[in-house]
């Protein structure tokens, strides 16, 4: 029987493991033979028999390298990152969207969202800061007192949505103060404005 | 096999996150390895972590000073704590503003804090 030299052996396995993380799909046998230094796949081919042998990996039927089945076991969802400030077009417009990342299900669940960064510290009392992005779920409508992003003018903004008899009341979730005794963050008033979505999620990185 | 190890090959699934969400940009940092743990109770709420929360954890095992971590003691109990280090001595403080906080002269830390995601309560209906 044929010794295989174990580092060597582990060191397929993590590269195919990471490969398939980082790619979604798993490697060549001939990319496997490129990472251990041998350009003959028959060898890379022998260390993966053996590998399927001790249970570590799976084979498809057609020969090639199974993907780890916890790797696929949530789905992803798009959402697109949107600009704050539209600067006249829709805020959803083609032009204002910054970026579009993939959102997995397990976390996030299956409804439609969309990203805003939060700038400044106007909602810190309800846990949003400033460089968090906010992961809104899209709907039009929102009960009162929820934290909303709401459009007005030509900026999408989250605040609380207060609606009146006659008027809309978009209130800050902070109490502070100028010298005066004004509020830094007085309410926003309006007749009537666009709800874009309620926050569902806060995602702050650590600095 | 080391204790990271193990928690990997065990994890019960492989989450793929956006780099935007771990490190801000786009890029992909050198050090991107990093695990995901769901918040249980509310022992860290002080660090405004609450019961659900997601806490992306970035693999290290020198922490900053203050960072929130994930440590395994001695005794094989895994949690999560705010790290100090003391020279001779490690501080794990529980973000609670009750429990004493625990010193240690060893500690194993699996990784530091580096993105918290967080699950927000709405209010249902009308209030």
Redesign the interface.
């Known amino acids: 029987m044929r010794k295989f030299d174990e580092e060597k052996l582990m060191a397929i396995c993590d590269f195919i493991k990471d490969y398939q993380r980082e790619e979604g799909r798993s490697p060549s046998y001939r990319e496997i033979g490129r990472h251990i230094g041998q350009s003959n796949p028959g060898l890379a081919a022998r260390y993966i028999k053996e590998l399927e042998r001790r249970g570590m990996l799976n084979k498809e039927n057609d020969g090639t390298i199974a993907i780890d089945t916890r790797l696929f076991s949530g789905h992803t969802r798009n959402a697109s990152l949107v600009g704050a400030v539209a600067c006249g077009m829709p805020i959803f417009a083609e032009e204002n969207i910054e970026g579009t990342y993939q959102l997995p299900t397990e976390i996030f669940g299956t409804t439609e969202h969309f990203l805003l960064m939060a700038k400044g510290y106007s909602m810190i009392n309800k846990g949003i800061e400033d460089g968090d992005i906010i992961v809104v779920e899209k709907t039009n409508t929102a009960y009162p007192g929820q934290v909303v992003v709401a459009l007005i003018g030509d900026e999408a903004t989250a605040k609380i949505f207060l609606p009146q008899k006659n008027k809309i009341i978009l209130r800050a979730a902070n109490d502070s103060v100028d010298k005066d005794g004004n509020r830094t963050y007085p309410d926003i008033v309006v007749k009537e404005c666009k709800i874009l979505g309620i926050v569902d999620r806060v995602i702050h990185a650590v600095n | 096999m080391g204790t990271y190890e193990k928690m990997v090959a065990n994890?019960?699934?492989?989450?793929?996150?956006?780099y935007?969400?771990?490190?801000?940009t786009?890029e992909k940092p050198k050090d991107a390895e990093c695990f995901v743990m769901t918040a249980q109770g509310d022992g860290m709420k002080n660090a405004?972590i609450d019961d659900g929360d997601?806490i992306v954890f970035r693999k290290t095992d020198k922490p900053r000073n203050g960072?929130?971590v994930s440590v395994i003691l001695e005794s094989g109990e895994m949690m999560c704590r705010r790290y100090f280090n003391e020279g001779n001595k490690i501080r794990l403080r529980r973000e609670n503003g009750i429990t004493p906080d625990l010193i240690v002269d060893k500690c194993e830390i699996l990784g530091e804090?580096?993105?918290?995601?967080?699950?927000?309560d709405?209010?249902?209906?009308?209030?």
């Open positions: 994890a019960e699934s492989y989450i793929g996150l956006p935007r969400f771990l490190y801000g786009d405004a997601y960072a929130i804090m580096v993105t918290l995601i967080k699950k927000y709405q209010p249902k209906e009308a209030v």
